[in-house]
């Protein structure tokens, strides 16, 4: 058995699941719903609904019509334009955000936000009063002692796996001296107040209710906080290390109770890889028969106690083309509850930012055009809502503001980059044909090729509507043609355009452009009085600096094209998908470029940017 490290013991990290979130924020829009069933439909499905309405008997990915059969009073409320929920989820990420001190909290999806508190918790560990533990005060900022709240520090919040005591006997009080496990449980006390406090402030400030799991990493919260819900919290309370070797610990019998496919980072296609290995069955799922016996799920412990099971033969089982080396060693730690993965810094960019949407059937290149053309409108607005910000220096464009209403123009003139994207990525899950016996084989490959963003996105003059046009027929169509180079034949369930591998815009601490800031300076000393005498030439100075500083935040990545494979998303813990998908990873991480590129006739090497003038140069000397 794979045991924690003892480092890992020593932190504490919380998972948060906005209950019901779509709906919920319907619900904040108006009041008035919330005693109401509310449903949220996408396309001819609901992709949530309140507790009113589960009450009700409906639920997730339920057809509509079967949905307003079983309910008929029913509200349904269309939710393709995510923007309300884009707008809502980033509003409380903020929120969380500000409470943080080590500045490590991750969005995952639109519902849900890991946070590691284990910097609050060891600060608070040191101002506790042994001697009066009942009467605790949590400090809630380090430079302000008055900040916090009150709480009793022998009791636990919410509930606990597995179930102990609620509270301690004056007897049982640890102390700086006790053991390490007593220690332990007693930051997991501290963590479990904190936990109600922010959901309290969610609830209170925000109007929205949520579900909190509290552990040593992220698999474990995350899994921990699915036991009790709606507006509750679980801890995975110590021991976390078997107190011998004849006996179990809280981890294990925790993480053994669940179904193989539903541990995060396992998924679906590798859970059924390992089950149809441990069961010794073929791989019938992916054939698309599904009978009684390939419903029944493989337990944990199932794959954890099978003979021979360890990381090499997972290595072996799951190992291969599309998959990193060491999969094996990282699957066998979530089977074991160990999860290295570090809870992110928070960021001021995405680094993806992409839009995607299923279909029935798709097979015409006059249809994809329209698609294209649809995702590529969605993604150009995400792109200036997240990586651009207005800029407050920019005195007409204040003057406007405080007038009405600005034109589109005038708002996308007066905005300024806060990251550039250097890479744009084309990705489709081609159907496969159906099989001789009638049955087509069931795929989570997806085909993608990636090019050098395009420079026509960076024209904040121009409208979004001329932008998007020349991005669909410039870029996108061709490079459809190049990944499905077939006129006919294909049948496409997915389509996804992404930009990837942000590269943020230099500014200094308060957040201001330092390439601004260097231009102005330089036509304030162009435009002084007093000069020296050693004059120097125009392109050359405090002006190259600013010319430096952009070539540094240069937009332009990799000088070629790739196709890769992907074999779905099972490996990574996925963001929070919807029948019409808008991931907004930030976890995800992008490819890692290179931004130099070497003439082929001179052997200069120069930014990607700048080599298409000077293979002009090179073609017209004069």
């Known amino acids: 058995m794979e045991k924690i490290n003892q480092g890992d013991l020593e932190k504490a990290q919380s998972a948060k699941d906005y209950d019901a979130f779509y709906a919920s924020v319907i619900e904040n829009e108006n009041p008035s719903l919330k005693s109401l069933p509310l449903a949220v439909q996408q396309k001819h499905i609901i992709v949530t609904c309140n507790y009113e ?20 009073d029913v509200v349904i409320v269309l939710g393709e334009d995510l923007t309300r929920f884009r707008n809502a989820s980033k509003d409380l990420y903020n929120f ?5 001190w080590s500045g490590k909290v991750e969005r995952l999806g639109f519902d849900e936000v890991f946070m590691d508190t284990t910097t609050m918790i060891d600060y608070n560990m040191e101002l506790l009063n042994y001697r009066n533990l009942s009467h605790s005060f949590f400090h809630l900022k380090q430079d302000d002692p008055t900040v916090g709240f009150s709480y009793d520090a022998t009791v636990m919040c919410g509930n606990e ?41 969610l609830d209170e400030q925000k109007g929205y209710t949520s579900t909190v799991g509290i552990s040593i990493n992220k698999l474990l919260s995350k899994l921990i906080g699915e036991v009790h819900k709606p507006k509750a919290q679980t801890t995975l309370v110590p021991s976390y290390i078997p107190p011998s070797s004849d006996e179990e610990s809280n981890v294990t019998q925790f993480i053994d109770s669940h179904e193989i496919r539903r541990i995060p980072g396992i998924g679906c296609k590798l859970g059924q890889k390992i089950r149809d290995h441990v069961l010794g069955r073929p791989e019938i799922f992916d054939a698309g028969l599904v ?151 069931r795929t989570y490959n997806r085909i993608s090729r990636s090019i050098p963003m395009p420079t026509l996105i960076f024209n904040l003059k121009e409208t979004r509507e001329v932008l998007v046009d020349k991005l669909v027929i410039e870029t996108l169509v061709p490079l459809f043609q190049k990944l499905h180079p077939e006129k006919s034949g294909w049948n496409l369930s997915l389509v996804n355009i992404a930009v990837v591998n942000m590269v943020e815009t230099a500014t200094d601490d308060r957040g201001r452009d330092i390439g601004k800031m260097f231009k102005r300076q330089a036509n304030a000393l162009q435009n002084s009085k007093v000069q020296e005498k050693d004059v120097m030439p125009p392109g050359k100075g405090l002006g190259t ?68 003038a000077h293979e002009r140069f090179h073609l017209n000397p004069e």
């Open 53 to 72: 309405a589960r009450r009700r008997g409906l639920h997730k990915l339920q057809l509509i019509k079967e949905a307003k059969k079983r309910c008929p």
């Open 161 to 201: 796996y597995p179930t102990s005591s609620a509270c301690l006997s004056s007897s049982a009080l640890p102390t700086p001296a006790s053991p390490g496990s007593d220690r332990r449980m007693l930051r997991f006390r501290l963590a479990s107040h904190l936990g109600q406090y922010l959901r309290h402030q």
């Open 291 to 441: 009978t009684e016996s390939t419903k029944k799920g493989l337990l944990v412990r199932d794959v954890r106690l099978f003979p021979g099971m360890g990381p090499h033969l997972l290595e072996d089982l799951l190992g291969g083309p599309g998959f990193p080396r060491g999969v094996g060693q990282k699957i066998w730690g979530l089977i074991n509850g160990i999860d290295e993965t570090e809870v992110g810094k928070a960021r001021k960019v995405p680094r993806q930012i992409s839009i995607e949407d299923s279909y029935t059937r798709l097979d015409n290149i006059k249809e994809v055009k329209t698609e294209l053309q649809r995702l590529a409108d969605s993604l150009l607005r995400r792109v200036y809502l997240d990586l651009t910000e207005v800029d407050d220096e920019d005195n007409s464009y204040c003057q406007e503001a405080e007038e009405g209403q600005p034109s589109a123009d005038q708002v996308n003139f007066s905005r300024r980059w806060l990251a550039h994207p250097r890479t744009l990525r084309l990705t489709t899950r081609p159907r496969p044909p159906v099989n001789s016996d009638g049955i087509r084989t």
């Open 545 to 612: 600096i600013h010319d430096q500083i952009d070539e540094s935040s240069s937009p332009i990545p990799a000088n070629q094209t790739e196709i890769c494979l992907r074999h779905g998303s099972e490996e990574e813990i996925p963001p929070t998908q919807t029948s019409l998908n808008a991931e907004y990873a930030w976890d995800s991480e992008g490819e890692d470029l290179n931004l130099g590129e070497t003439c082929a006739t001179c052997g200069s090497v120069m930014p990607y940017f700048a080599m298409a």
């Open 96 to 100: 969380l955000r500000d409470f943080s």
